[in-house]
């Protein structure tokens, strides 16, 4: 079945980086999109970047410039390099894909960016 697990989440103060790692396991990666999302405490659940199979990539608008999204088909992971990270950026970070009609999600790992 299709799995997905990230890791990488912590505390960090402002201005400092992260970078989250989402490992795919149950179905054909390498052509699938893949997403970050995040959802902060009372707020809906966002995307934050998205890569193509093909390695096109899009980003939030909040995001660009600071974060970036990659893959690597061989070891079917991808991650998220989070750089300049702001107070504002704390939220549970999710990785995502759809497959053959249907939505799959991490369970998430907590970013806490410090003031």
């Known amino acids: 079945q299709v799995r997905l697990v990230e890791s990488g989440g912590g505390l960090v103060q402002a201005g400092g980086s992260l970078r989250l790692s989402c490992a795919a396991s149950?179905?054909?990666?390498?052509?699938?999109?893949m997403g970050w999302y995040r959802q902060a405490p009372g707020k809906q659940r966002e995307l934050v970047a998205g890569i193509s199979g093909g390695g096109s990539t899009n980003y939030a608008d909040s995001v660009k410039g600071r974060f970036t999204i990659s893959r690597d088909n061989a070891k079917k992971m991808v991650y998220l390099q989070m750089n300049s990270l702001k107070p504002e950026d704390t939220a549970v970070y999710y990785c995502?894909?759809?497959?053959?009609?249907?939505?799959?999600w991490g369970q998430g790992t907590q970013v806490t960016v410090s003031s």
């Open positions: 995502n894909t759809r497959n053959r009609g249907y939505e799959y």
């Open positions: 149950g179905f054909i990666f390498s052509i699938n999109t």
